[in-house]
Nanobody
């Protein structure tokens, strides 16, 4: 069984920084795109940033210039460095990845359990 485990969330003051990590474990043949999503109270889940296996990235406009997504394919880990945090960044952050468990299998979309980021004003 494949799973994603996030860490690094917490409480930070506005203007501060946090780094989220997410590691995939289980029977993994390959990982395609990886990403971070977030869901604030009363709002829909939204894409924050996504990174391909080769390192191409895309970001939601509200975090461009402040957040950086990266990955370590050997460690099967994706990171989200968050700088200049704002109260509106407060949300549960979810890791997401497209994972194959064997060469014969298709890619399966896997989600982490979420980690809470709270930015105080």
């Amino acid at each position: 069984q494949v799973q994603l485990v996030e860490s690094g969330g917490g409480l930070v003051q506005a203007g501060g920084s946090l780094r989220l990590s997410c590691t995939a474990s289980g029977i993994i043949f390959s990982i395609n795109d990886m990403g971070w999503y977030r869901q604030a109270p009363g709002k829909q889940r939204e894409l924050v940033a996504r990174i391909t296996r080769s390192g191409s990235t895309n970001y939601v406009d509200s975090v461009k210039g402040r957040f950086t997504i990266s990955r370590d394919n050997v460690k099967k880990t994706v990171y989200l460095r968050m700088n200049s945090l704002k109260p509106e960044d407060t949300a549960v952050y979810y890791c997401n990845a497209d994972i194959r468990s064997s060469s014969a299998a298709g890619y399966l979309e896997v989600w982490g359990q979420g980690t809470l980021v709270t930015v105080s004003s």
